[in-house]
């Protein structure tokens, strides 16, 4: 388990980094390149979804994606049933950028991916939904204890310990919603699977 966790660690390390890269590759700062990642895998979304997605301001989405489309990365449509509504998507340049970028990174990933059975593959989605769905828990709590003006760092280690209490009572409502991993359901593309009493992976048939 403590192996794990350093895998994990370290593959986040590496991670931010190969996005620190690319931002400073294509001249963007770390906000910027969490909107363009945003707006890349949910696809054409309104101003309003980004600035909720990204934890951002709607005016300060607005300043960014006028910056991202004057750099020919994001384009802005307006809905022509309701004027106030904007639309954000990449644009086709924006996608050849990270295509060539993180191209050769995805494919190595998929060489190995390849050799692995449905279940590991299963295994390792439901973990790291489950991972997913814990932090961004924990992400709102911390949002919700943070100081908009500047305080003693005493003050902050008094807020870091309740964190500590809200992170217990959030994992044991987890735990007791999905009691281990193998209560994950995962969706795949319409369909739903969870593991049956013997570790399998199966479809439910509702």
């Known amino acids: 388990m403590g192996r794990l966790v350093e895998s994990l660690r370290a593959l986040q390390l590496a991670s931010d980094l190969m996005d620190q890269a690319f931002a400073d590759f294509v001249g963007l700062n770390r906000n910027d390149l969490r909107c363009i990642d945003i707006v ?82 299963f295994t390792i989605i439901g973990f790291l939904d489950l991972s997913r769905r814990i932090t961004m828990e924990s992400v709102e709590a911390i949002r919700g204890r943070t100081a ?32 281990g991993l193998t209560a994950i359901v995962i969706d795949l593309h319409g369909s739903k699977w969870e593991q049956d009493e013997k570790g399998r992976w199966v479809e439910r048939s509702d």
């Open 40 to 121: 890349d895998q949910r696809g054409r979304m309104t101003a309003g979804e980004l600035a909720r997605e990204a934890g951002l301001t709607t005016g300060a989405v607005t300043a960014l994606v006028d910056r991202m489309e004057a750099a020919g990365l994001l384009r802005r449509s307006y809905d022509p049933k309701d004027r106030r509504k904007v639309w954000v998507e990449l644009t086709t340049e924006a996608q050849k950028l990270g295509d060539e970028v993180y191209g050769p990174l995805n494919q190595a990933g998929q060489s190995h991916l390849a050799s692995l059975s449905d279940e590991q593959l």
């Open 148 to 179: 908009t003006k500047a305080v003693p760092l005493r003050y902050r280690l008094e807020q870091a310990k309740m964190l500590k209490n809200d992170a217990k009572t959030l994992l044991k409502t987890i735990k007791n919603e999905v009691k």
